[in-house]
C-alpha cells in the first residue's frame, strides 16, 4: 500500500457533492474541492434525484465498510447523471479500492475532464498510480500528467499541497527520492506562501521520513549477497504476485521466511511498494 493510505500521511479522498454529503475516505472529512459542487448535471430532474438517493446511500455502504455496494450504488449515480463531477470522483475511489485501477483511472480520469479543478480526482489517481504494478513503465507519462494537475491548481493552495505530496510520494515509490525530496522542500521552508499548518507539516515530513528509510533500503542491495537457491528464487517469484494481486499477507509469510534463511539479503526480500528489490 502507498504511504498516502497510511495514517501518516491520510488524506480525505472522496469530494464533496452539491448535496452536502461529507467527504470520507482515509482521513478526516473536509470541506470543499476545487469550488465546484457536482460538476456539470445533464440529467432530468428525476434522473438528478436518483443519482443523489443513490449517491447518498453508497456513502453511507462506504463508511459501513462494503465498498463493492458503495461503487455499485455510485455506479447508479453515475449513470442517471454522468455530468457530475464529483459522483465521478467518488465511483473511481470506490473502484481503486476495489483493486479494478484501469477502470478507477478512466473514471477519475472522466472526472478532471468535467471538472479540472477537482482536486480529489487528482490525489486519487496519485494515489492509484502510486500503487499500480506498471507505474515503472508509466512513470514519465504519469509525472507529467500529475504536474499538469499542479500547474491547474496553482491558485489553490490547499489542492497544491495534496497534490504536492501525492506526487512526490509517486516519484519516491518509482525510486526517484531525490526528485521527491526536492518537490518537498519549498513547502517546508520557512518562508513558505502560504505556511504549512501543523497537520499539513506532520505529512510532509512524515514522507520525507518515509523517503529517508527508502533511501536506507536502497542502500542494503550492496550488502554482500550468497547464491540463493533456485526453489527459494521461485518463491520469491511466488510472494510477487501474492503482492501483485492484493495478497499481502501471504506475499509477507513468504518474505519472513526467505529474510530468515537469507540474512545479507534483506534488500533483495523486502517488500518494495509492489515488487522484490
Not at 460538476?39 to 432530468?44: E, F, I, K
Not at 465521478?88 to 479540472?116: C, Q, S, W
Not at 527520492?177 to 513547502?187: Q, S
Request: hydrophobic letters at 45%; a neutral charge; one cysteine or more.
Amino acid at each position: 500500500m502507498s504511504p498516502l493510505g497510511a495514517p501518516a500521511l491520510a488524506l480525505a479522498l472522496l469530494a464533496v457533492t452539491d448535496g452536502g454529503a461529507p467527504e470520507v475516505g482515509a482521513g478526516a472529512a473536509s470541506a470543499g474541492d476545487g469550488g465546484a459542487g457536482a460538476g456539470h448535471t445533464t440529467g432530468g430532474p428525476s434522473a438528478r434525484a436518483t443519482a443523489r438517493v443513490a449517491h447518498t446511500e453508497g456513502m453511507a455502504q462506504l463508511k459501513a465498510g462494503d465498498v463493492q455496494a458503495a461503487a455499485d450504488l455510485f455506479a447508479s449515480a453515475v449513470d442517471n447523471e454522468p455530468g457530475n463531477a464529483a459522483y465521478a470522483t467518488d465511483y473511481g475511489f470506490a473502484l481503486g479500492k476495489l483493486g479494478r485501477r484501469a477502470e478507477a483511472e478512466a473514471a477519475l480520469r472522466g472526472a478532471i475532464d468535467k471538472e479540472p479543478h477537482r482536486i480529489y480526482a487528482w490525489v486519487n489517481l496519485a494515489e492509484i498510480y502510486a500503487d499500480d504494478p506498471k507505474r515503472w513503465e508509466r512513470r514519465d507519462a504519469i509525472i507529467a500528467f500529475l504536474e499538469k494537475g499542479l500547474d491547474t491548481l496553482k491558485d489553490d493552495a490547499k489542492g497544491t499541497f495534496n497534490v504536492t505530496l501525492g506526487l512526490a510520494n509517486f516519484e519516491r515509490v518509482v525510486g526517484r527520492t531525490a526528485a521527491a525530496r526536492k518537490r518537498l522542500r519549498p513547502l517546508l521552508a520557512t518562508d513558505a506562501d502560504p505556511p504549512l499548518t501543523r497537520a499539513q507539516r506532520k505529512r510532509a515530513l512524515d514522507l520525507l521520513d518515509a523517503i529517508a528509510l527508502d533511501d536506507r533500503a536502497h542502500a542494503l542491495e550492496d550488502w554482500p549477497r550468497p547464491d540463493v537457491a533456485r526453489n527459494d528464487a521461485a518463491q520469491a517469484d511466488v510472494a510477487n504476485r501474492h503482492l501483485n494481486t492484493g495478497r499481502a499477507d501471504d506475499a509477507r509469510a513468504i518474505a519472513d521466511v526467505l529474510v530468515q534463511r537469507y540474512p545479507t539479503c534483506r534488500g533483495r526480500w523486502c517488500c518494495g511498494r509492489g515488487r522484490w528489490r
